[in-house]
């Protein structure tokens, strides 16, 4: 084939090289506007499996870049004067100018063409001449952004500004140097990458660019004021810049997500930053355009594949994996932007929020990258949990956690799930077992479902209640169960349906209308949830009162029935979210409009069921943090203040939920997806908060309370099928202090000593 390349980066030299290898009858010509030696940025990072994947495909020139490698290991994070240092990260890099010319001689060998300071513009016919143009020029290519529709161009322009730089200044580690100015913080990602050379990239918010007066200076000033934010970590080097074709303030960059729908058009192929970007903090993109080529030339060259069969293949691979970088990317990239969300943290909670910022490290990568840092972490996680009374290194999983008097054994609950299985509001035989058995599971605190206040309150008929002495009663046999043959602590979650009401149990179709005997609802509007759900009533001001008064008799059965504590259900879409969220709530009076007028009725019900609560007995809200219709609806900004709003009415935790607020939702799934919207409460509201949202393992809980993205965290699921998920997860993780039912002693020695003994031969088996 004849076949041009755009651009002499990492992806047009790697491919021109891989194809070349897989049949040297390919004509190929490489065309760089550049003239050789002259190229943008400093050194790259690779990972090992990078090191793998070029050294099958070429090891020529894989030997080459690998003995140039510069390795490092140690991540230093350096914050409010002190350095945290972890270990075992195992880095390795290579400048991106040596990286270049061992790609162009190893090309040149190969017999590919190579045209320097020959700029290439997509509208020239001379491109009809080949069989194949492979775009790799570039985040800014010119040939892809020449058909935006054909490929489907999505460009995502992130806010923050950061810019490029070298130094000789040698980092032994990894280093990220934040830096607190007047107008905000700023700081480096700074590595080594040749004996001699670190790559010195600064990073701030716009604002701080702004404010610190960058969107004025020329590149030299720029420069000088670098060097004087970080001449702590300098030592006298200096700063240099090699984007030297840049003028003033633009060398500093918005980092600008590409992504396209499709990676071909007419004889044109895009490789490498031209078809997707990841952000520099997560270092894949060299890795990224190596692999594609790789997989490219493959295809190419496999004879059993049309071209058509060749660029599906190739862009439904590649695009999977570029899914998952650009997901970890995206996390990391927000980690920066809201930097300051986290800078209340101490310096080693902070570290360790960095680490795990892309939700690709967890709690347990690090123990393996670096026991002895880690349990650094686990001690001052218990010292802080225990307020200095324990020094030991245990997971934060199973740290204590107070509010107000009541003390929880560990911070693993049972979230509130509905069970459609009360006659009459009565909990049964069956609440008795099912609460019971999670009580002795071990979880710290237990969450009943959504208990209604009155009749019409209830979701199906199966829902239980707490209106009448004969639900006291039945509670409260639950409850003592618990208290008496169990350390978990238990919370009744108290709500209203709403305009959701009077639809069949779960399991028979969730949201769907009884077919018979169905009761009148009201809502904060008469919005109904779907076309085949009834239309519910608007609130009277005196429906307020009433139902405000239902909730209060429902807390003061609650203290009746000995419950520790009380949740206020004001999530899902049920009768106090319909206030909250502008997508049900229509009202012209003073319980609508703004996101204030929403919220007051909420909070009046909150006060008053506060009022009627001991104040040595905690209490915690549900909220939907997130209505997931953008700006249309609850966004979690307006999670943060909704939060505030009930922790001023006395909310020790806010139980951050989302979705579920009206039909048409478009939710994110994926692990741990709403963990983000508690993060955000609690570390710009400050406030205590519950993470919900596919926890499932050990390890997810203990990266989150780890990185302070929740105080405690909550599984559903996985409980409905293992009440004793907390007691297995002691036993895998070696935990010996839960309280275990003394009858499953022997079980929980058993299981535990299994599963060690599993550890260890596939430990055994990885070496
Ligand atoms: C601050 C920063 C730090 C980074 N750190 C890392 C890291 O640590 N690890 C990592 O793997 N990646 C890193 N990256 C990303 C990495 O630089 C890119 O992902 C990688 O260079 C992509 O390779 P490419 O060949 O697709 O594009 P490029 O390397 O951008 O190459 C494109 C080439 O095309 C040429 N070109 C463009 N248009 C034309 C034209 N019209 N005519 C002729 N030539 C043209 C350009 O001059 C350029 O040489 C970083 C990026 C940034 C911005
Ligand atoms: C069967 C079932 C019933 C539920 N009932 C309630 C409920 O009564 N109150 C509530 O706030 N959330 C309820 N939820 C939502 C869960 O508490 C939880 O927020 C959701 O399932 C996500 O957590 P998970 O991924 O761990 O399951 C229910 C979930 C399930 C699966």
């Not at 194949?132 to 010119?142: F, M, Q, T, Y």
């Not at 932007?337 to 986290?342: K, P």
């Not at 599984?715 to 039912?741: E, G, K, N």
Request: net charge negative; glycine share 8%.
């Amino acid at each position: 084939m004849k076949i041009a390349c755009v651009g002499a980066g990492p992806a047009g030299l790697y491919f021109a090289i891989s194809m070349k290898l897989r049949d040297m009858r390919h004509e190929i010509e490489v065309f760089e506007r550049n003239a050789p030696g002259v190229t943008f940025g400093w050194g790259v990072v690779f990972s090992d499996l990078t090191v793998d994947n070029i050294t099958r495909n070429d090891p020529v020139s894989a030997e080459i870049i690998t003995a140039e490698f510069a390795h490092w290991d140690d991540i230093d994070v350096h914050f409010k004067g002190e350095t945290v240092t972890s270990g075992g990260h195992g880095f390795i890099g290579i400048g991106r100018k040596r990286l270049l010319e061992i790609l162009q001689n190893r090309a040149r060998e190969l017999g590919v063409v190579l045209h320097f300071d020959a700029e290439c513009d997509p509208a020239d016919r001379k491109w009809r001449n080949y069989d194949l143009v492979i775009a790799s020029d570039g985040i800014n290519s010119r040939f892809r952004d020449a058909q935006p529709e054909a490929f489907g161009v999505d460009v995502d322009v992130r806010s923050n500004r950061f810019v490029w730089l070298g130094t000789s200044k040698v980092f032994d580690a990894f280093t990220f140097a934040f830096e607190k100015t007047e107008h905000g913080w700023i700081w480096a990602h700074a590595y080594r990458f040749a004996p001699d050379c670190s790559t010195f990239i600064v990073e701030c918010s716009e604002e701080t660019w702004a404010r610190l007066g960058f969107d004025r200076m020329s590149q030299e000033e720029s420069i000088d004021a670098c060097e004087k934010l970080f001449a702590n970590y300098l030592d006298g080097h200096l700063l240099q810049s090699n984007a030297t074709h840049l003028v003033g303030s633009a060398a500093w960059l918005n980092f600008r997500r590409i992504k396209c729908e499709r990676w071909s058009s007419d004889n044109v192929i895009l490789l490498g930053d031209a078809a997707h970007t990841a952000h520099f903090s997560i270092g894949s993109g060299t890795k990224l355009a190596l692999e594609d080529a790789i997989k490219l030339a493959d295809v190419l060259n496999r004879k059993s594949l049309s071209l058509e069969a060749a660029l599906d293949e190739y862009q439904a691979e590649r695009s999977l994996e570029v899914l998952k970088l650009q997901n970890s990317a995206r996390n990391s990239t927000e980690w920066f932007e809201t930097l300051e969300r986290y800078t209340h943290f101490e310096p080693l909670q902070f570290a360790y929020s960095l680490l795990t910022r892309s939700q690709r490290i967890s709690h347990e990568n690090l123990r393996l990258r670096d026991r002895e840092w880690l349990e650094g972490v686990e001690r001052w996680f218990w010292k802080r949990a225990t307020n200095g009374r324990s020094n030991r290194t245990a997971p934060p999983m199973f740290a204590p956690f107070r509010l107000r008097e009541m003390e929880v054994q560990n911070r693993v609950t049972v979230s509130p799930m509905a069970m459609y299985s009360a006659v009459d509001g009565v909990t049964n035989d069956f609440h008795f077992v099912h609460y019971g058995e999670r009580a002795i599971g071990g979880a710290g605190l237990i969450f009943t479902e959504m208990t209604c206040v009155s009749p019409e309150g209830r979701i199906s008929p199966g829902c239980t209640g707490m209106w009448n002495p004969q639900h006291v009663a039945a509670w409260k046999r639950i409850v003592d169960f618990v208290h008496a043959q169990s350390k978990a602590k238990i919370c009744l979650q108290l709500g209203h349906s709403g305009g959701k009401g009077s639809t069949k149990l779960g399991w028979e179709g969730n949201d769907v209308p009884l077919d018979t005997g169905n009761w009148p609802v009201m809502a904060a509007s008469d919005v109904p949830w779907s076309p085949v759900n009834q239309v519910p009533k608007p609130m009277t001001r005196s429906d307020m009162d009433t139902v405000r008064q239902q909730f209060v008799a429902a807390v003061r059965m609650g203290l009746e029935a000995g419950f520790d504590m009380v949740e206020l259900h004001a999530a899902h879409g049920y009768l106090l979210s319909s206030f909250i969220t502008p997508l049900q709530n229509r009202r012209l009076d003073q319980y609508g409009g703004s996101l204030e007028g929403r919220l007051r009725y909420p909070l009046e019900v909150f006060a008053a069921m506060r009022a009627a609560w001991p104040s040595d007995r905690p209490m915690s809200v549900r909220i939907s943090a997130n209505d997931w219709a953008g700006e249309d609806g609850i966004t979690p900004a307006d999670a943060v203040q909704i939060g505030e709003a009930f922790a001023r009415e006395g909310a020790d935790l806010i139980d951050v939920s989302a979705g579920q607020t009206w039909a048409g939702q478009q939710p994110v799934y994926g692990r741990m997806f709403q963990t983000p919207f508690s993060d955000r409460v609690r570390n710009e509201g400050r406030l205590a908060t519950m993470a919900v949202g596919n926890i499932y393992e050990p390890d997810h809980a203990n990266s989150i309370l780890a990185a302070g993205r929740a105080d405690l965290v909550a599984l559903a699921r996985p409980h409905l099928v293992d009440p004793f998920w907390t007691l297995r997860a002691a036993a895998q993780l070696d935990y010996r202090d839960i309280a275990v039912p003394p009858q499953y002693l022997n079980g929980m020695a058993q299981l535990a000593r299994n599963l060690k003994r599993d550890a260890e031969s596939a430990a055994a088996l990885r070496v």
